[in-house]
């Protein structure tokens, strides 16, 4: 019988003691060729700018070896981005995964991974302004991929109230306005974030996840490459620099871009975007 209230065994101490091991080591995966990406991006021509507005979100389509640069252009605020194959929206930016590979906060050479069965590269990030934060004494750092987004229910859950803007729905009726979906299609294909700009944590005593004012100022960007054609949808959280609330209209909000920089295809030498993953899919059957 499981005895549930088993008391502390007396080798407890060594056993908080033993080192962590890290799950996935990296040193196996392909290194991303940065200064390809950076040669890339010199000669690269702007070729769509999107505003997203506060409180609301906003989509633009990334072709194949372009550059994406997520803009703060006024004031303090925080970005959540879904990413989509454009051609195939089952696959789409897979945050869990992501966030094993890499860690809970991702800047330069870190890569946004897609879902099962693709697992591959969707986007590498190129450029952080906003990469001389590093980790806080709190353990907080900037673009997260810990937390989920923003959403009606959770805040229908904690406070009975019925928002409408929150980055979920925001991102629901955009994919639905890039896609020609209805919102009944579009909200099931919404997906865990990248946060960009957000400062967030787990709480070092109750492991709970914190936010706090972001450092971002007007001008910082993050931008990445794309591997492969994406629809990239980003919503301008409610909760603006996320120094307070969320899930309300308390928060000073304000705008964010999408610029898409394109580059030549002299300048991108032998690249291709990386195939699906290799995994033969039988499951042992
Ligand atoms: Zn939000």
Redesign the pocket.
């Known amino acids: 019988m499981i005895d549930s209230h088993q008391s502390e065994p007396e080798n407890a101490a060594a056993l908080r003691a033993i080192a962590p091991v890290i799950c996935y080591p990296v040193e196996t995966l392909p290194a991303p060729d940065l200064a390809m990406y950076r040669c890339a991006r010199e000669n690269a021509e702007q070729i769509a700018r999107v505003v997203v507005p506060a409180r609301d979100a906003s989509s633009v389509f990334v072709p194949a070896g372009s550059f994406l640069r997520i803009l703060c252009p006024e004031g303090p605020q925080?970005g959540?981005l879904n990413l989509f194959n454009a051609h195939d929206l089952s696959e789409r930016f897979y945050s869990g995964k992501t966030r094993a590979l890499h860690g809970t906060h991702v800047s330069v050479g870190d890569r946004l991974w897609s879902n099962f069965p693709s697992l591959r590269p969707m986007a590498t990030i190129t450029e952080d302004t906003l990469a001389w934060y590093g980790m806080d004494q709190f353990g907080g750092s900037v673009h997260d991929v810990i937390g989920t987004?923003?959403?009606p229910y959770t805040a229908q859950l904690l406070s009975g109230h019925h928002y409408h803007n929150?980055?979920?729905s925001?991102l629901t009726r955009a994919l639905a306005d890039a896609q020609n979906l209805d919102l009944c299609q579009s909200e099931p294909l919404v997906h865990d974030?990248l946060?960009v700009f957000m400062c967030t944590g787990f709480t070092r005593d109750t492991g709970q996840y914190f936010m706090k004012a972001s450092p971002v100022r007007a001008g910082d960007y993050l931008e990445l490459f794309a591997e492969f054609d994406l629809l990239a949808v980003l919503?301008a959280?409610?909760?603006g620099d996320?120094s307070a609330e969320?899930?309300s209209d308390v928060a000073r909000c304000y705008p964010l871009e999408m610029i898409v920089f394109k580059s030549t295809n002299d300048a991108l030498g032998n690249w291709t975007s990386p195939p699906p993953n290799a995994y033969d899919r039988s499951h042992g059957r």
């Open positions: 925080v959540d987004r923003c959403d929150c980055c979920h925001n974030v946060n919503s959280c409610p909760g996320c969320h899930s």
